[in-house]
């Protein structure tokens, strides 16, 4: 997948504003209804999501509300884009939003923060491909002005199976591959999760690892102060309604992860689910 890398923008100010109750309560900056292609596993048109970002914005609150539906995979992957209609720049390619993974409605979903910087005065465009045919994704983009926060002038999305329209397979108990070498040197690390079909009411934890097969090497969750390796507690929480909620709202790690490396991830839980990992370069103020 295609990606654009932004340039480094004049760093001022932050403008936001959020009373902090549910994601509908966000100012909204932006927001579209994305239509996938009547053939499974294909991308979509096109549609506009926010005709000119109002600010150097130095990343946003993704909010989308796919449609899940108990024992149904109802998995979606995202491109977002900057330009106009026939001139597309992908920024953020592949993104799984299904299962409702961004869902608002349920007192522990968030909306996830990207860190990624767009410049001033772009179109901001997205298309989708999903399971299920001609299925829609609702989307919201909250806009953070540049300034008082470390941000990112490019992403890439591993962990992509385009034609299951999925994330990697998180094993549970063993490592998996994600991706057998990134493309560039990793600044800043995000963990995705994804979800097929539910078995209902289960946790997961994810523990990501570099190396070769059978010699992975975990890097995160990182080790405590006596040298041992740890989980976070809480994980990720699959519903009956197909839906993944809980966890933490961003995860953004900062960590060193030379081009050409093998990533991998290890599932803790009782289900199987899936992963992506967000590889954030270039970093700007900070």
Known sequence: MAFTKMHRPSISRVEFE????????????????????????TKGSYAQIVAST????????LYAAANAASSTDTGQLLDL??????????????LAVGSSILKGGH????PRFIPLFIPEGQEIRGRIQAVQAS??????????????????????????????????????GSWNEIEASTDYDIEAL?????????????????RVGTGAASSEVQIWPPKDSAGTLIDFHG??????????????????????????????????????????????SGAING
């Not at 109002?54 to 609150?61: C, Q, S, T, W």
């Not at 933490?248 to 030379?258: A, G, M, N, R, V």
């Open 81 to 94: 884009a900057i330009g106009g209609s026939g001139s597309e720049q992908i920024i953020l390619g592949d």
């Open 54 to 61: 109002p600010f150097d914005v130095g990343g946003f609150y």
């Open 235 to 280: 994980g990720w929480r699959t519903g009956s309604g197909e839906n993944l909620h809980n966890g933490f709202p961003s995860q953004c790690l900062p960590i060193t992860i030379p081009a050409s490396t093998r990533l991998a991830s290890y599932g803790v839980g009782a289900r199987l689910n899936g992963i992506q990992l967000l590889g954030f």
């Open 135 to 172: 299925d829609t994704l609702e989307i919201d983009i909250h806009f953070v002005e540049a300034g008082a926060f470390r941000s990112y002038q490019q992403c890439k999305v591993y962990g992509v199976d385009a034609a299951a329209t999925e994330g990697a397979l998180l094993q549970n």
């Open 107 to 110: 007192e522990n979903n968030h």
């Open 18 to 41: 959020w009373d902090g109750a549910n994601p509908e309560d966000f100012t909204q900056s932006g927001e579209a209804t994305l239509t996938a292609s009547g053939t499974a596993h």
């Open 190 to 206: 995000m963990q995705w999760p994804t979800l097929d079909t539910s078995l209902g009411g289960d946790r997961m934890m994810v």
